[in-house]
């Protein structure tokens, strides 16, 4: 025990005051401790009941008035207030529980949003006996941060399928195929990204080969840990892919054994668009290529000749 916590003669002192009897037995004290604890949060509920009561039955100048008469800040007064309704909205062993906790955890969980509190007393690994109040208020804070996150994806999705909806019914089947106009647009997004994606690989497999050739070269003690990074990097994209494919197929009723359905298969017409859309996709991924290498050309020391051109972008001339 520390010297602060030490119990001396001013405590004594302080206990004559009070009218407390600290000569009666230690089980009695313990007792006595605890119900005072407990009446200390009881007291900041009961507080906040007769200031929301107050609230309810006179004017809003005349509420303030009342405070600063008596010396009480708007804010506490509100603070005690929310605490009140917290305890007043929370079922009985929830309640109870609330109440068995100090006055300063019991404001932070009133000021607090319904859905954190919830959430915090309904999580079992939490023990908010144990947290100190600032522990409970960075929890309460986190909490909220992950509620909002949540809020803002579901509201988005939600959003997204709402305007999906409304593109589908509003969009006529104006295409040959009779596939409908907003599903085209997808179906051509996604084979557009999977082929961008494919002469991705394609190029990244290409680098293999030439990695191969420096071994035993003057470039030799390099190549292991370019191997490595590579080795990363495919398999960091490897997981990521089975990740969007895990999505996909968690929306087909046959789950992890898909079979092809007529629709499966691109129409004539898509055909046609794609093909039209893989030359300009070839086009753009052969002049990025060019044009990194092109850049890296410049960045090395200059010899002699005439310095090379920019390659073109396509269709421009």
């Known amino acids: 025990m520390s010297d602060r916590a030490a119990f001396g003669e001013a405590d004594a002192a302080l206990a004559d005051f009070l009218g407390l ?108 006996s144990t947290l100190s109040v600032r522990d409970l208020r960075a929890r309460l804070r986190d909490l909220e941060a992950e509620i909002a996150d949540t809020q803002a994806q579901r509201d988005a999705a939600e959003a997204e399928a709402t305007g999906l909806k409304k593109k589908l019914a509003k969009t006529p089947v104006e295409r040959e195929d009779a596939v409908p106009v907003a599903v085209a647009d997808l179906r051509a997004e996604f084979v557009a990204n999977t082929g961008k994606v494919d002469l991705a690989l394609k190029s990244v497999e290409a680098i293999g080969p030439e990695l191969a050739m420096m071994i035993g070269g003057p470039a030799h003690d390099w190549v292991d840990g370019t191997v490595r990074l590579a080795v990363s990097g495919l398999t960091a994209l490897r997981l990521q892919i089975d990740g969007v494919l895990r999505k996909y197929v968690g929306l087909l009723p046959d789950g992890d054994r898909p079979e092809p359905v007529p629709s499966s298969y691109l129409t004539q017409q898509e055909l046609a668009e794609c093909a039209d859309a893989w030359k300009v996709l070839a086009q753009t991924h052969t002049y990025e290529q060019d044009l990194r290498a092109h850049q890296r050309e410049q960045e090395r020391p200059r010899g002699r000749g005439r310095p090379t051109n920019a390659p073109k972008a396509p269709g421009k001339a």
């Open 21 to 128: 009897d600290l000569t009666v037995a230690p089980d009695v004290r313990a007792e006595r401790a605890v119900v005072a604890y407990n009446s200390a949060t009881r007291s900041l509920v009961e507080a906040g009941l007769l200031l929301a009561s107050l609230k309810r039955d006179v004017s809003q100048e005349q509420f303030l008035q009342l405070l600063a008469e008596r010396g009480m800040h708007k804010q506490r007064a509100y603070s005690l207030m929310n605490g009140a309704a917290l305890a007043a909205r929370l079922p009985e062993d929830q309640r109870d529980q609330v109440l068995s906790l100090g006055k300063s955890k019991v404001l932070a969980l009133g000021n607090a949003s319904p859905e954190v509190v919830d959430q915090m007393l309904e999580d079992g690994d939490i023990d908010i």
